[in-house]
């Protein structure tokens, strides 16, 4: 190190320089970071800029996905507007979202294309959100499934809801739907069903109890009955007291005569 300082100036920096190259070269260039995978999202949003309708094949119901691509397409078309449709199970994308209406503004922003969104299962259970346009699609969605009977297929939901959006005056299509008393959403019926079964199932308990009370309360009284039946008799030629009037009389006059008879 000594020599080194006492080196002249250019040839000292020389020095230094070599080392650093040395060093630097010996050292090699910093590896990257890996890229982060792409989400979910960014996966169903690739898929919607090459074919506006998705069909998970993660959905059992569904027996041929072509076939219900090419109806919900067939649906959709007289609308004359875009759609992008997503059809999938609830935890599929419930995983990262908490519901389809806040899965569907993530992919408008990722197409970044105006339009008519929708994102459901095989019952219609999900959201609809229109963009670029004054299209009553949520209320429309959701009327549509008040108005479907529960158990209604896919095709039929998306059918009618085209018909709703469709109509002269959707708005006025989609609040005479709201407003039916016969219209009833798969929930409402499906907690109908549910809240019968219960009633049926408690009424049936209770009748169940009550005759099982009657039966016990019966079986108790027989019992006793036989019990009483078997209670020792007395004998049959046990004298009985006469507490009747004229019994007394009569025992009265026999002891007059009895003392009578001893004068």
Do not use: C
């Not at 049926?200 to 169940?208: E, I, Q, R």
């Amino acid at each position: 190190m000594t020599d080194l300082v006492r080196l002249p100036g250019v040839l000292r920096l020389g020095l230094i320089a070599s080392f650093v190259l040395l060093f630097g070269l010996s050292a090699g260039p910093v590896a990257a970071a890996p890229p982060d995978p792409p989400s979910r999202t960014d996966l169903v949003a690739e898929a919607l800029a090459e074919d506006p309708v998705q069909v998970t094949d993660h959905e059992a119901r569904l027996v041929d996905p072509d076939a219900i691509r090419a109806d919900l397409k067939t649906a959709l078309d007289p609308l004359g507007v875009p759609y992008y449709v997503v059809v999938t199970p609830q935890h599929i994308f419930l995983d990262e979202y908490a519901s389809p209406g806040e899965f569907i503004p993530i992919l408008h922003d990722r197409l970044r294309k105006d339009g008519l969104y929708v994102v459901t299962d095989t019952t219609g259970s999900g959201e609809a959100r229109m963009y670029g346009s004054a299209l009553p699609a949520q209320d429309a969605w959701r009327a549509t499934r008040r108005e479907l009977p529960y158990g209604t297929n896919l095709v039929e939901h998306f059918v009618r809801f085209a018909e709703m959006l469709s109509a002269p005056d959707p708005a006025a299509r989609v609040a005479a739907a709201t407003r039916a008393p016969e219209y009833e959403s798969a929930s409402d019926d499906r907690d109908r069903v549910e809240m019968t079964a219960l009633a049926v199932g408690t009424a049936a308990g209770a009748l169940l109890v009550g005759v099982a009370i009657l039966l016990n309360r019966a079986l108790k009284s027989r019992n006793k009955g036989s019990a009483r039946g078997r209670a020792p008799q007395k004998a049959a030629g046990a004298p009985r007291a006469n507490t009747s009037r004229k019994g007394k009389s009569a025992q009265a006059a026999r002891r007059k005569g009895r003392k009578g008879g001893r004068r």
